[in-house]
């Protein structure tokens, strides 16, 4: 594997892969005796190579700096040990505990506890300017009570009403199709939830947004 050229690192790991996704892998070792996730951005031939390399490079910088972002704003996330330019390679600190989607049964009382707590950190996501991009509940892990944020790297810098509604719609997504017994009390403790950090005249802005977003595909499906 590829050596680090940051100061301090460690090789890259041949861990465990967790996650082969469409533009990168997501493997568990351990960074310097610690416990990590190295996410490694890799190469894509349907682009040009200069282009390639400009491209991962910059994701994986934008992730580290979301992350970064995120934890001003009060949001739980991993913490950043290192990032790997010359590879494209972020290592971060591996959140262990269960995740969101695995803690929700058929209890409305457990999901709405989770939901509102889930509200009030994508309300300080918003508040500070980020839309998460991937808000799911396979992005949220339970740690010594709390929630911590995962994955941005597809979150943006953005105050626009439209970007934070589609995080809502995602999340909302999300339940009713994996977790319909529970979905209406989750959304509902997850509106409460960012009401409380957002505030009612904002959250109303948010959820209109919302609903005209899912007029407009419900149209589109039926022309």
Avoid: C
């Avoid at 951005?41 to 040009?48: A, D």
């Avoid at 910059?58 to 010359?86: C, N, S, W």
């Avoid at 809502?168 to 509106?191: N, S, W």
């Amino acid at each position: 594997m590829t050596e680090s050229t940051s100061p301090g690192a460690s090789s890259l790991p041949r861990g465990r892969l967790l996650y082969r996704g469409a533009e990168a892998d997501v493997i568990q070792g351990d960074w310097q005796g610690l416990p990590a996730v190295y996410k490694v951005r890799k190469p894509l031939r349907y682009r040009l190579p200069e282009l390639d390399e400009e491209i991962r490079r910059q994701r994986t910088l934008h992730e580290a700096e979301m992350i970064h972002q995120a934890k001003k704003a009060g949001v739980a996330a991993p913490f950043v040990y290192d990032v790997d330019v010359p590879t494209s390679t972020l290592v971060m600190e591996y959140i262990a505990g269960p995740r969101v989607k695995d803690l929700i049964g058929s209890e409305r009382a457990a999901a709405r506890a989770i939901f509102r707590e889930f509200g009030k950190n994508v309300a300080r996501l918003h508040a500070a300017g980020i839309m998460h991009g991937d808000l799911t509940t396979a992005n949220v892990v339970r740690r010594d009570g709390g929630l911590v944020f995962i994955d941005f790297g597809l979150s943006v810098r953005t105050g626009r009403l439209e970007d934070h509604a589609v995080d809502l719609r995602l999340i909302k997504e999300t339940l009713v199709g994996a977790h319909p017994e529970v979905a209406e009390a989750a959304m509902g403790a997850l509106g409460r939830g960012y009401a409380s950090v957002a505030g009612q005249p904002r959250t109303r802005a948010v959820l209109r947004q919302l609903v005209s977003i899912e007029r407009r595909g419900r149209y589109a499906r039926v022309t």
